[in-house]
């Protein structure tokens, strides 16, 4: 079991993210803190495998926050939760060493992703010994590699599914400026209708896409979907 730090400064975010994590299998919340001392604090008496840390805090900012984990000796991981989606910030989150960055408003899906992702770094990681040993070339690709396969396909696809097809959807709808149909799906993936289509519901019940309906003038409403991160957002920035 992962076991994870919320950290946000508004108790409502803080709640909605803990309640997030504890639906993603293999995570559990063992503690939330609204300030930067609060986190310290946590980190000293608890065990802690992962921080989600938003950036605006009312004491320091989360960066500040993650340099002083690493000066006082805390190894727990870092995801960057917040509102704060300047480049700099950014920039200093990946030179500070935050495993990912995740930009309010989110939906559970975007966040879920990021676990995943974490999650398989941590099974990759395990697979060479829990960080004891060398490794190859090979082997420090699959490494840096284990963040970005979650992002790829969803784990868990159903018989029948590909995770190569998976991500020619995911990247279709990505890459649209707006949502789309199955058949415009189908058409910009190459692949069948029925296949798109097959995806597309596996998919919007993932909560991975979004659904809306465009009406005509006649007939039935032509279903449009949209890659639902982080666009689709249930998380409020703060």
Do not use: C
Request: charged share 25%; aromatic share 6%.
């Amino acid at each position: 079991m992962i076991d994870v730090l919320v950290v946000d400064d508004d108790f409502r975010v803080a709640e909605i993210n803990s309640a997030y994590v504890g639906k993603v299998p293999g995570f559990r919340v063992t503690a939330r803190a609204h300030t930067a001392a609060q986190a310290l604090a946590t980190l000293e008496r608890a065990h802690v495998d992962l921080v989600l840390l938003d950036h605006y805090l009312p004491d320091e900012t989360g960066l500040t926050l993650v340099r002083r984990m690493r000066q006082l000796g805390h190894h727990a991981d870092v995801i960057m939760v917040t509102a704060a989606r300047d480049v700099a910030t950014v920039q200093a989150a990946m030179r500070f060493g935050a495993l990912q960055y995740l930009v309010k408003p989110f939906s559970f899906a975007g966040l879920r992703v990021k676990l995943e992702g974490y999650a398989a770094l941590r099974r990759t990681l395990d697979g060479f010994g829990g960080g004891g040993g060398e490794a190859g070339q090979e082997q420090v690709d699959r490494i840096f590699g284990a963040l970005r396969t979650a992002v790829a396909a969803p784990a868990g696809l159903p018989k029948g599914h590909s995770a190569p097809t998976a991500e020619l959807v995911r990247k279709v709808l990505t890459e649209a400026a707006q949502p789309l149909s199955a058949h415009e799906v189908a058409a910009r993936a190459g692949i069948s209708r029925s296949t798109a289509q097959r995806y597309l519901k596996f998919l919007e019940r993932e909560g991975r896409i979004s659904l809306t309906l465009k009406y005509g003038d006649t007939g039935r409403p032509e279903h449009r979907y949209a890659w639902a991160e982080p666009s689709t957002a249930r998380n409020r920035p703060v």
